[in-house]
């Protein structure tokens, strides 16, 4: 009979994700945590041990084969497959599932290796494959997306009849005391921050349209809870496209994201010297990837737990409209980076990723949730994930604004 958890990929959101389903072992009965890197895995297994006396399995895979994803996941028997590798994994690991009949969970959709680009298309395209496999995909259970999508599905539910805009904020005023570090994968990060922003609304016709602005053009000030007011930028983000569909109503759905002047500074100046670039060049007679040569260069994130101090505050604003009567609130959660890293050894931005990523695997494995084909995490019942949240360490609050 098909038990516990496999879970792919071994950074710094993998290590909080894994050191929390260990907290919720009596939901996840045995957990195997395989990566490319065994040593990575074999740290967290100790720390695990050391801190819980719960005992995990470590594996080495690579995700980007797809026979050898089969093998592993044949072997392991789980219930299901938690992917926090890197997007660029996502369809092997899902077509993977499918052949060996599990549940599929990822924190990020997929993104092209060889193009600065990232879309659900291809992940959406599976939905008869799980269908037909009788199992469950559940796209993007992190923060955002995740956490911002069960935000937006809990206030059409509880809070408004019609949701018209929402504008999700994201800040984190973390100082690691780098005068450039980047707060998860620096190649997922970069790729995202430096590529044009994009917002979708409706037309005069009622027509959903993507309006497109350059890196960083759009600017607001904003009044974070328990951090202050701190510049934010619009971004696309992932989330913008499957909201935008599933959300009755919408008119408009932006993201904003902070950045402090130094972060800014030096992307602009790598993003001039051809650092962020994604296309091979010849250096001394060998082919290099210029992101992929930065991203070694950069601390790893994983690392960056015991030296970040202050607080994310991640939420989203609604309006719209309930009873006939116009009305606008705010969603949000605030963590603190070193509870977040005394807690689970990772600062708050890999943990507020990693520990939705452990509930959104709860609640399919207890079966809380339950829909065989491809969903984003909109799409189930907010009301049992944002119990969850107040439970596992990421309590949120509400307010209601003018
Ligand atoms: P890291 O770079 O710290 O970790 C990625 C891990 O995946 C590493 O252990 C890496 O192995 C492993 N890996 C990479 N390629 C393969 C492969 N081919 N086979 C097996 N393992 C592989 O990333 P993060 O922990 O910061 O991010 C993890 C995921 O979370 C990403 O998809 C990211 O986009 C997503 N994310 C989502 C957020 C959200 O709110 N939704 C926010 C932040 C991140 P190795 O150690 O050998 O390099």
Aim: with cysteine.
């Amino acid at each position: 009979m098909k038990k516990g958890i496999l879970i792919i990929g071994a950074g710094g959101v993998s290590r909080v994700a894994t050191v929390k389903c260990a907290m919720n072992i009596d939901t996840f009965e045995k957990i195997t945590l395989a990566s490319r890197t065994l040593r990575k895995c074999e740290m967290i297994q100790k720390e695990i041990k050391e801190a819980q006396n719960v005992d995990i399995d470590v594996a080495c895979v690579d995700a980007d084969d797809v026979p050898a994803l089969i093998k592993l996941i044949k072997k392991v028997n789980p219930k299901q497959v938690l992917n926090v590798a890197l997007p660029y994994q996502d369809l092997t690991i899902m077509d993977a599932c499918t052949a060996c009949g599990v549940d599929y969970i990822d924190t990020a959709n997929y993104e092209h290796p060889n193009e600065a680009k990232f879309e659900y298309k291809e992940q959406w395209a599976k939905d008869a494959q799980f269908k037909e496999a009788n199992v469950n995909a559940l796209l993007g259970s992190g923060f955002d997306p995740g956490v911002t999508g069960v935000f937006c599905a809990y206030a059409a539910k509880h809070y408004f009849d019609e949701i018209h805009t929402i504008d999700i904020m994201d800040c984190n005023d973390g100082d690691h005391g780098y005068a450039f570090a980047t707060n998860f994968n620096p190649e997922i990060n970069l790729r995202e921050v430096s590529a044009n922003g994009r917002y979708w609304q409706r037309n005069e016709k009622g027509e959903g349209e993507w309006i497109e602005t350059k890196p960083l053009e759009v600017k607001m000030d904003w009044d974070y809870p328990q951090v202050g007011v701190k510049p934010s930028y619009l971004l696309y983000h992932e989330e913008l496209e499957s909201l935008s569909k599933n959300i009755k109503g919408i008119q408009r759905i932006r993201f904003f994201m902070t950045f402090g002047d130094s972060y800014i500074q030096h992307m602009n100046c790598l993003q001039n010297v051809g650092m962020l670039g994604i296309e091979p060049v010849m250096h001394q007679g060998q082919e290099i990837i210029p992101i992929e040569f930065l991203a070694t260069l950069l601390p790893d994130p994983a690392s960056l737990g015991p030296r970040t101090v202050g607080k994310t505050n991640i939420g989203c604003v609604f309006e719209g409209i309930k009873d006939g009567v116009k009305k606008k609130i705010y969603i949000y959660n605030v963590c603190d980076h070193q509870e977040c890293y005394k807690e689970t050894g990772g600062q708050a931005v890999s943990f507020t990723t990693g520990v939705p990523a452990m509930i959104g695997a709860k609640l399919l494995y207890n079966g809380t949730w339950s829909a065989k084909g491809v969903y984003n995490i909109e799409e189930f019942d907010p009301d049992p994930f944002m119990e969850e949240m107040m439970n596992q360490g990421l309590p949120w609050n509400i307010q209601e604004m003018d």
